[in-house]
């Protein structure tokens, strides 16, 4: 988001993104999670100029099912974010949310570019269950 539109909306834009930040920030975030056994869960998390590094308004990990696929396991992210956003929404829309900064320490960063490939790769597509990765 440019400087300008978040200067204009200060601590206004937020970000629900399915990953545990700092943990897998950018593209397909899931699956990044369990590829390379990082925490696992959903953020919700102030926008900035970076990609997923803005203050943390909330999160929840969560545990990985051995029976999930790639797809079950996504949608079980995206029903805990929405989950997550009802119970903080009133707050964060009064502007009564701060947030926590990002430990820059930890955490990891991926992109579109290193995911080529790899969808053709597994067994059953997002289908394939997480055992299998």
């Keep these: 988001m440019s400087d300008e539109i978040l200067n204009f909306l200060p601590r206004k834009a937020i970000n629900i993104h399915p990953s545990f930040l700092p943990w897998n920030k950018g593209y397909y975030p899931n ?5 390379t056994n990082t925490p696992h869960g959903t953020t919700i998390h102030f926008i900035d100029s970076g990609i997923d590094t803005g203050d943390i308004i909330a999160q929840v990990r969560i545990n990985l099912f051995k029976n999930d696929t790639l797809k079950t396991n996504y949608k079980r992210l995206r029903n805990l974010s929405v989950s997550l956003f009802s119970s903080i929404w009133s707050d964060v829309r009064l502007g009564k949310m701060m947030g926590i900064k990002q430990n820059k320490n930890e955490g990891s960063h991926y992109y579109k570019k290193d995911f080529e490939g790899i ?3 597994l067994p059953l597509g997002w289908d394939t269950k997480i055992s299998d990765l």
């Design 31 to 35: 699956y990044w999670s369990i590829k």
């Design 119 to 121: 969808l053709e790769g």
